[in-house]
């Protein structure tokens, strides 16, 4: 069992940035990759990024392409999405998520979920 946070979240105005945390809990965290949805109000869940379990690879949307980044530091067990330039088409609710299937972009691919943090970006 894998346990996820996020924090982070909060309301920003376009253009700003927002950095967000996820830490987990349990013994066998580099063994998941990691990745960031979110959700936009009446959208359907999306993938934004994702990162391996040694976080030698990365995947970003091309829609955040070039604005946002994710890392990892598996000494502290912690997931990290950096935001920049956001744009208000970037509100929704991030979540956190950890599976075994390396680069899967939907929700199937992962077996555990934080509960999410809310971003709002206003104009």
């Known amino acids: 069992q894998v346990q996820l946070v996020e924090s982070g979240g909060g309301v920003v105005q376009a253009g700003g940035s927002l950095r967000l945390s996820c830490a987990a809990s349990g013994p066998y965290f580099s063994t998941y990759h990691m990745a960031w949805f979110r959700q936009a109000p009446g959208k359907e869940r999306e993938s934004v990024a994702i990162i391996s379990q040694n976080g030698y690879r990365t995947y970003i949307a091309d829609s955040v392409k070039g604005r946002f980044a994710i890392s990892r530091d598996n000494a502290r067990k912690t997931v990290y999405l950096q935001m920049n330039s956001l744009k208000p088409e970037d509100t929704g609710v991030y979540s956190c998520?950890?599976?075994?299937?390396?680069?899967?972009?939907?929700?199937?691919?992962?077996?555990?979920w934080g509960q999410g943090t809310q971003v709002t970006v206003s104009s």
């Open positions: 998520a950890a599976g075994l299937t390396w680069r899967s972009t939907t929700t199937s691919g992962y077996e555990y």
